[in-house]
């Protein structure tokens, strides 16, 4: 019933979708605006910028995973878990987990780590992630500068 694989281009419709919906049940939209065609030119062009998996229950296009490549100057490889999303109908299934663990195994490949951010009030996925043993690193904040003040900063005077 659950069949877990590797997205492809044509899958780009389909992904820019559920990164949509996701964007709404963190309560984000507004800060949401990546386009189909970036998705497809940074999944799936010459130099891919992160991999994707589908999740599909009952051949339905129930969630997906988007994650990628990075480095831990004190760990070294990592991998980045940067979307991990089970449509509303389809949760409680264990789709989550599937996904979860089918990240986990491709990681393992490569990576001595794997990382990811969860909101504060999603309180069931922090417990599921400390179940798993994951380390909530409280001490460290997520920071992130865009565009307009990545410009302003790029252009101060050294």
């Not at 789709?95 to 309180?123: F, K, P, T």
Request: charged share 30%; hydrophobic share 45%.
């Amino acid at each position: 019933m659950l069949l877990i694989r590797p997205a492809t281009i044509q899958d780009a419709p389909l992904i820019y979708r559920m990164i949509r919906e996701l964007a709404a049940f963190e309560r984000e939209s507004h800060l949401c605006v990546i386009e189909e065609s970036d998705l497809v030119r940074d999944g799936f062009g010459d130099d891919p910028k992160f991999s994707a998996l589908i999740a599909e229950w009952g051949g339905l296009p129930a969630g997906y995973a988007v994650f990628f490549d990075c480095y831990s100057t004190w760990v070294g490889p990592e991998l980045y878990l940067e979307d991990l999303y089970v449509r509303p109908d389809f949760r409680k299934k264990g789709i989550g987990m599937a996904l979860l663990s089918e990240v986990a195994r491709i990681g393992l490949q490569h990576c001595r780590a794997m990382r990811w951010e969860v909101l504060d009030w999603n309180q069931d996925a922090i417990v599921l992630y400390k179940a798993l043993g994951a380390e909530f690193r409280e001490q460290w904040k997520s920071v992130a500068l865009g565009r307009d003040a990545m410009r302003r900063l790029a252009e101060r005077n050294l």
